[in-house]
């Protein structure tokens, strides 16, 4: 978008010539360098003053750290101690917490602090950077003034689920600080002069490939850098192997290990959620849920303008500049291909082709229950080519009624529309009903627990406590010695505990709870208590359920507490069963879950990992993720075609 075709081999072959600002019109020469990184670190400051002021943890953050809580306690990347469960969605999320965890012995929830603000903070300045290095090239040699200020990067800012995700203890952060590095990387890769260094080509490749280990999704941006680079000009072939082999390296090795390991071919999560179903319409109120409230089209639309504007008013300057004779013009056509590949065009279209591709995914699985979350990544992708813009300073001669003046002061006017709508914007309130959560199922998830905690910044397990049967559930506990199963009760400051058989082994038959909220009840209990939940994301029995047709985005998965009963081997009868359980309900649970295909997905992440186990596992991953049971215990015993047990008495 900012080079012109006949500028194409010239600058892959010459060194590109680096822009200059004259001393004219009293602007220095220091002055342009001056205001770019002054923008930069402006904006810096405004990111991290941002997002420490909304500072937060959320529940699902929580869930991360209690799998970096058993990776230090030696049990392994899981949820549950002896269950192989992958419950965290981005894995080098999970990783880097538990890296630095380990190296600063910090409490966790600070080090997921600290980690998500520098991640945050660092993203809009590798934006910026790339995208000044986009505009310095484009403006080589070309003789006028201009100035590269921050654009893009306020609109992200000023957008207030931007701050909220910088610190909530999940992968936002480090999201987008990998967008923001592959674009700074492929820049400087597409710039450079003469042929690329292979270190740089494999360097690349190395950072783009870990894109689907950032998040499963991320393999959308991932797969076309790395494309973009093989196919592109200037490479041998033994470069090209080498990159497929570094960019493959840690991705495709852990994928192998987590399909043994987990027997699943991609995160629980996702089968939790079944991110491969397709809920268009909920998309699309997703969508609106967060482009309506900040009047979002309008800055795309500035932004939008502006670029068109610069595109105009660089155009005549590079046609201006000083050129050398252009060769292979008539070189067939996949040769000239392959050199429009290395070009900054080139990869400002795949940032964009990557943000609408990232777009169209998160509409289609129906975006997400938290307001703005899933649609931060695309939106970043389509700020990062105008993160700054440049607003050219005309000369002193060329102040009047003509077209460089009137471009330059459209320029500026649309750049201060975005200044003043991001002021509006980052102090508007997106949804005022945010706490309570509404028909759309769309909640404002740091208000949401902001009000049910009663804490303005939850960043630690135990402000959790104050949240509804958090403090009972750990004195449910405390009472019941001999362990059991706690199920929640529309009270909140009581648990009804389903005793386990007689006779109790000493110390107790340990203590499972049962309950939505994966991340304050882990965070807030021993790593002895077994924490499941109905949804799926740590239960793969739920997890494995069909999914509910209208329920609740993020949450349409619930399995009835009866197999809980019947999988953790409770007491199954009343009393000790409470009223609102059926005891036949139950019975036909224990026997559902002899369905021999229910037994070996079981078996995949219970059962002693041997090395047998884990072949099994690799070879039937995809089979296992694809495997549904149905969560009305009768209906599942039709299905396996096993006997129904006879009614209990009373039942």
């Not at 009903?433 to 804490?455: K, M, P, Q, W």
Request: hydrophobic share 50%; with cysteine; glycine share 8%.
């Amino acid at each position: 978008m900012l080079s012109t075709s006949s500028d194409l081999d010239e600058d892959l072959d010459a060194p590109a010539r680096r822009a200059r600002p004259a001393h004219r019109d009293g602007v220095r020469p220091w002055v342009p360098t001056a205001v770019f990184s002054g923008g930069v670190a402006l904006t810096a400051l405004l990111m991290f003053w941002g997002a420490w002021e909304r500072r937060w943890i959320a529940d699902d953050g929580l869930i991360v750290l209690r799998t970096v809580r058993n990776l230090l306690a030696g049990n392994g990347p899981v949820f549950n101690a002896g269950d192989r469960v992958e419950a965290n969605t981005s894995t080098l999320w999970t990783y880097l917490v538990y890296a630095m965890g380990w190296l600063t012995g910090v409490r966790l929830e600070y080090v997921v602090l600290a980690t998500a603000l520098v991640l945050s903070t660092a993203a809009v300045v590798l934006a910026m950077l790339g995208t000044g290095r986009l505009y310095r090239w484009r403006l080589r040699g070309s003789g006028a003034t201009f100035l590269l200020v921050p654009a893009g990067m306020f609109v992200y800012i000023a957008v207030p689920p931007a701050r909220d995700f910088a610190t909530s203890g999940l992968e936002s952060g480090l999201v987008i600080c990998w967008i923001a590095l592959v674009w700074l990387l492929l820049m400087r890769w597409a710039t450079a002069p003469g042929v690329p260094s292979a270190p740089s080509v494999l360097a690349t490749a190395f950072v783009a490939g870990l894109g689907p280990l950032v998040r499963p999704e991320l393999a959308l941006l991932a797969l076309p850098a790395l494309l973009m680079l093989f196919l592109a000009a200037g490479l041998t072939w033994r470069v090209r192997i080498a990159m497929v082999a570094v960019a493959g390296a840690v991705p495709v090795a852990y994928q192998i290990w987590r399909m043994g390991y987990y027997g699943l071919p991609y995160p629980n999560t996702a089968v939790a959620k079944d991110a491969g179903g397709a809920k268009w319409a909920q998309g699309f109120e997703y969508l609106g849920n967060l482009v309506s409230p900040y009047l979002l089209w309008l800055p795309l639309l500035f932004l939008l303008l502006g670029a068109v504007l610069a595109w105009r008013s660089l155009t005549p300057l590079a046609a201006g500049a000083p050129k050398r004779e252009i060769r292979h013009t008539e070189a067939p056509f996949v040769v000239r291909a392959q050199r429009a590949l290395r070009t900054p065009s080139a990869v400002v279209v795949f940032m964009l082709g990557a943000g609408l591709l990232l777009t169209l995914y998160a509409l289609r699985v129906g975006g997400d229950f938290m307001h703005g979350r899933v649609l931060l990544p695309p939106l970043f992708c389509l700020l990062v080519p105008v993160a700054v813009i440049p607003l050219r300073l005309p000369a002193r001669a060329e102040i009047g009624r003509n077209r460089t003046t009137a471009v330059a002061g459209a320029a500026g006017a649309l750049w201060l529309g975005v200044v003043v709508w991001s002021a509006i914007a980052a102090n508007t309130t997106g949804m005022p009903e945010g706490a309570v959560v509404g028909r759309s199922g769309i909640v404002d998830e740091r208000a949401f627990y902001a009000l049910n905690t009663g804490h303005l910044h939850p960043v630690r397990a135990e402000d959790y406590l104050d949240y509804p049967r958090m403090r009972a559930m750990v004195e449910a506990i405390s009472n019941t010695p001999d362990g059991g199963l706690l199920l929640p009760t529309p009270s909140f400051d009581a648990w009804d505990v389903v005793p386990p058989p007689e006779p109790v082994p000493p110390g107790g038959a340990g203590h499972t709870v049962y309950f939505l909220n994966l991340g304050m009840t882990s965070m807030n209990v021993g790593l002895d208590v077994q924490v499941l939940d109905q949804m799926g994301l740590a239960y793969p029995l739920a997890a494995h359920t069909e999914r509910l047709e209208d329920g609740r985005i993020g949450h349409d998965k619930l399995l009835y507490s009866d197999w809980v009963v019947a999988d953790t081997g409770m007491v199954d009868v009343h009393p000790w069963l409470p009223a609102y359980l059926d005891e036949d309900w139950v019975a036909q649970a224990q026997v559902a879950l002899t369905c021999p295909q229910t037994q070996e997905l079981l078996a995949s992440s219970r059962a002693e990992l041997t090395w047998p186990l884990f072949k099994r596992n690799l070879r039937n991953s995809f089979e296992y993720a694809d495997y549904r049971l149905d969560r009305v215990p009768k209906y599942e015993i039709q299905r396996c075609g096993l006997e129904l047990p006879p009614p209990r008495d009373g039942g």
